[in-house]
């Protein structure tokens, strides 16, 4: 079983609709919870930290359920700039300060 | 730009070559990363360097050898790589701390041939 693993994607949905991404992890010990995003060709940056309360930013929502070992993140009224792939991340342990990356999920926006 | 810097963004280099990349932060983090990442799929670790100490080697291949000169400061020295090795290679740093996400750098796009 893989560390992290996520919607295999693509999600190709038009402008204003609302898309949600899922993620498990392995690993029960883990201590933080990130969503990152990437465009093409280019490094990935952090979209927000993922906490047990869950927690709101603009059009996004981060969920964590450490019981079922579950992640979500929900988009809402999706933009033709949010086309990117969103990498759910984990540190899974104390200690180093060690991320281990899904395999991301490629979201489409068109008009 | 990106708080992260990395040089040279591209390198094409041959089996017998040796080269350096190098990766710059001026956030004073403390940790500093060194990240592969292969087309279509995601980023995966090489090495972590907390307090300018190497605390982290992923079992990466001795042709590959880190360096941290001081806690600003980290290099890649690349020798006898293979065309396997071609990838997009990223710098991050972070907050020693565990609850922190990374800065990426942009990556060095580097081409064995």
């Known amino acids: 079983r893989k560390e992290v693993e996520q919607d295999p994607g693509p999600f190709n949905v038009p402008e204003g609709a609302t898309v949600a991404f899922n993620c498990t992890y392995s690993n029960s010990a883990s201590q933080s919870f990130f969503w990152y995003r990437q465009d093409c060709r280019k490094e990935p940056k952090l979209l927000m930290s993922v906490y047990s309360s869950g927690n709101e930013d603009g059009r996004f929502t981060a969920q964590l359920n450490r019981a079922s070992q579950y992640i979500s993140l929900l988009i809402r009224d999706s933009k033709l700039s949010d086309s990117a792939t969103y990498l759910c991340?984990?540190?899974?342990?104390?200690?180093?300060?060690?991320?281990?990356f899904g395999a991301g999920t490629r979201l489409a926006v068109h008009p | 730009d990106t708080e992260v810097t990395q040089t040279p963004k591209h390198l094409v280099m041959g089996m017998t070559n040796k080269k350096s990349l190098k990766c710059e932060q001026h956030m004073g983090h403390r940790a500093m990363y060194w990240y592969k990442q292969k087309a279509k799929k995601p980023p995966e670790l090489m090495f972590v360097?907390?307090?300018?100490?190497?605390?982290i080697n992923e079992s990466v291949p001795s042709r590959f050898s880190p360096e941290c000169p001081n806690s600003s400061l980290l290099n890649l020295h690349l020798h006898a790589l293979q065309p396997e090795d071609s990838a997009l290679y990223l710098c991050?740093?972070?907050?020693?701390?565990?609850?922190?996400?990374?800065?990426f750098g942009s990556g060095t796009r580097l081409t064995v041939v």
């Open positions: 991340v984990v540190n899974p342990s104390g200690g180093y300060n060690k991320l281990i």
């Open positions: 360097y907390s307090y300018e100490k190497l605390s």
């Open positions: 991050a740093s972070s907050q020693a701390a565990t609850n922190y996400g990374y800065t």
